[in-house]
T-cell receptor
Framework: GAVVSQHPSWVICKSGTSVKIECRSL??????MFWYRQFPKQSLMLMAT?????????EQGVEKDKFLINHASLTLSTLTVTSAHPEDSSFYIC?????????????FGEGSRLTVL | GDSVTQMEGPVTLSEEAFLTINCTYT??????LFWYVQYPGEGLQLLLK?????DKGSNKGFEATYRKETTSFHLEKGSVQVSDSAVYFC????????????FGKGTMLLVSP
């Protein structure tokens, strides 16, 4: 089946630095990718929808200047956590939509665990 | 708005026991329903899905039936294995392109030998 890969799978950074997480669809083109945040023992919270060639659409309460999303190609979306702080520590998961006619399916990356010291 | 409610975990079972994880939903329109599984340290994987009432999704011994009358999509397996230990998420979408999902909070399953 389709594969979505995230990199890095885990990262530790100092407070105040920026971290970039990549999400790639390996064997299909995805015009739309989604970024989620998962807190411990909680569900996935949709942060933003990443559209190739246009600006991302952010969910209410998500700071667009804090979480920069770039979808530069049909196989790559990046999430940059700017000026990270300990409260940004979380598990970030991306998904990519593989369109198929009028429907399609979502495929998820393996997630990226961010720890901010 | 749309929502998904799952039973709280963890669910702790012995190997070969019968599993039920309850899931109920509220949605406008006619949603498609999904179960995703998340193994430790990994992302989500689609386990099974059902797109209309009375459909039964099945995969790897797991089953779930789309019950419109009770707005439920309970996950079942007749005999669990240690390797089934994971977090299970029920989800729905009312988007015909399946491009957005509403997730439940997840239910952790722990299976002991």
């Amino acid at each position: 089946g389709a594969v979505v890969s995230q990199h890095p799978s885990w990262v530790i950074c100092k407070s105040g630095t920026s971290v970039k997480i990549e999400c790639r669809s390996l064997d299909f083109q995805a015009t739309t990718m989604f970024w989620y945040r998962q807190f411990p023992k909680q569900s996935l919270m949709l942060m933003a929808t990443s559209n190739e060639g246009s600006k991302a659409t952010y969910e209410q309460g998500v700071e667009k200047d804090k979480f920069l999303i770039n979808h530069a190609s049909l196989t790559l979306s990046t999430l940059t956590v700017t000026s990270a702080h300990p409260e940004d520590s979380s598990f970030y998961i991306c998904s990519a939509h593989q369109a198929s006619g009028l429907s399609g399916e979502l495929f998820f990356g393996e997630g990226s665990r961010l720890t901010v010291l | 708005g749309d929502s998904v409610t799952q039973m709280e975990g963890p669910v702790t079972l012995s190997e070969e026991a019968f599993l039920t994880i309850n899931c109920t939903y509220t949605a406008t329109g006619y949603p498609s329903l999904f179960w995703y599984v998340q193994y430790p340290g990994e992302g989500l994987q689609l386990l099974l899905k059902a797109t209309k009432a009375d459909d039964k999704g099945s995969n790897k011994g797991f089953e779930a039936t789309y019950r419109k009358e009770t707005t439920s999509f309970h996950l079942e397996k007749g005999s669990v294995q240690v390797s089934d230990s994971a977090v299970y998420f029920c989800a729905l979408t009312t988007n015909s392109g399946y491009s957005t999902l509403t997730f439940g909070k997840g239910t952790m399953l722990l299976v002991s030998p």
